[in-house]
């Protein structure tokens, strides 16, 4: 079964400090992978994406992600953290089961990340 | 681009009656629209699929005749929480993909574009 996990619940990190949000993911075939934020009350912002190329994605907002096939890893870093980057940033797999038509994400438990001044 | 609305933004009704939510695609065709409910410091649970001009697709454990889902066109989904009650009351979501170009690898075909949330609140 195609899941993704996000092992941690919150990351504290000390403004300008580099940050990193964890995730793993377990798919058959290529994994297509996206991260998405959200702020209180708010939808949920498209951040990166990995589909196939270079292993380090570069989003919105100075965030990257990097694919490691081997760890079946793709966790969210961001060089210098600012404490207007505190929310909650999902990890999410597409499902390769529905295909190009029909497919789902699948989402992990997302991580709340605090930034403190 | 890829502007996704919803409306209400939030919504307080009595127990047992019905409220509507509309989800919009704004400056794109969205073949597929889906729809969400997240609970309070939890992730996003998908309740349906919602495809123009079928019938949606709904998850388990979603009653189809309580929430129902209606993607009259390609810019527009509506779900309507029938009968409400206080257990109802949560964060519904709506997400929309771009019809784009199928096998568009490196385009929007493979994101889903999310409205900003409808806060349901039953009394």
Redesign the interface.
């Known amino acids: 079964a195609q899941s993704v996990a996000q092992p941690e619940d919150q990351v504290n990190v000390a403004e300008g400090n580099p940050l990193t949000v964890k995730c793993t993911y377990s798919v058959s075939g290529n994994p297509?992978l996206?991260w998405?934020v959200q702020y209180p009350?708010?939808?949920?912002?498209?951040l990166l994406?990995y589909?196939?190329g270079d292993n380090l994605v570069k989003g919105s907002y100075g965030f990257e992600a990097e694919f490691n096939k081997s760890q079946t890893s793709f966790h969210l870093k961001k060089p210098s953290a600012l404490v207007s980057d505190s929310a909650l940033y999902?990890c999410a797999v597409?499902d390769m089961v529905g295909g190009?038509?029909?497919y789902?994400?699948i989402?992990?438990?997302?991580t709340?990340l605090i930034i403190k001044p | 681009g890829a502007v996704?609305s919803?409306h209400p933004s939030w919504v307080i009704c009595k127990s047992g009656t019905s409220v509507k939510i509309e989800c919009r695609s704004l400056d794109f065709q969205a073949t597929?629209m889906?729809w969400y409910r997240q609970f309070p410091?939890?992730?996003?649970m998908?309740m349906a699929?919602s495809?123009e001009g079928s019938k949606a697709t709904y998850e388990q454990g979603v009653e189809k005749d309580k929430f129902l889902i209606n993607h009259a066109s390609l810019t527009l989904s509506t779900l309507t929480v029938t009968s409400a009650h206080p257990e109802d009351s949560s964060?519904y979501?709506c997400?929309a993909r771009d019809r784009g170009l199928?096998?568009d690898?490196?385009g929007r075909?493979?994101?889903?574009?999310?409205?900003?949330?409808t806060?349901l609140t039953v009394l």
Do not use: H, M
């Not at chain 2, 075909?109 to 949330?117: K, L, M, V, W």
């Open positions: 297509y996206f998405y009350n708010r939808g949920l912002q498209f994406k589909i196939t999902f597409r190009d038509s029909n789902q994400l989402w992990g438990a997302g709340k | 996704v919803q597929t889906f410091k939890q992730s996003l998908l699929t495809n964060f979501i997400s199928a096998g690898v490196w075909y493979n994101e889903q574009f999310f409205g900003p949330g806060r």
